[in-house]
Nanobody, 116 residues
Framework: VQLVESGGGLVQPGGSLRLSCAASGFTFRNYAMNWYRQAPGKGRELVASISSAATITNYADFVKGRFTISRDNGKNMVFLQMGSLKPEDTAVYYC??????????WGQGTQVTVSS
């Protein structure tokens, strides 16, 4: 299993970014996918989840109304559209799949920095 994130960078407060995660090595369309983030000195926290068929999405309260998770099962990709970014959104963002009850796979992460 391989998860490769891209799309991070430096953005001003109020700006937008779109993160992408390319997945391989498993039957992508069968699995829910997640985005997590980890800010310096803090634990990793769940940002958003999307079901295998994209019929159900869930968001952490701190991103509701600002971020949108989506997926393309034909291209084995999951996305996180981030808007109205705040300095507190600064973190490394990780793509995740819970492969089974014992195994989680993670990407290498992509840095998002929100600063003027």
């Amino acid at each position: 299993v391989q998860l490769v994130e891209s799309g991070g960078g430096l953005v001003q407060p109020g700006g937008s970014l779109r993160l992408s995660c390319a997945a391989s090595g498993f039957t992508f369309r069968n699995y829910a996918m997640n985005w997590y983030r980890q800010a310096p000195g803090k634990g990793r926290e769940l940002v958003a989840s999307i079901s295998s068929a994209a019929t159900i999405t869930n968001y952490a309260d701190f991103v509701k109304g600002r971020f949108t998770i989506s997926r393309d099962n034909g291209k084995n990709m999951v996305f996180l559209q981030m808007g109205s970014l705040k300095p507190e959104d600064t973190a490394v963002y990780y793509c995740n799949v819970r492969y089974n009850e014992f195994v989680n796979y993670w990407g290498q992460g992509t840095q998002v920095t929100v600063s003027s």
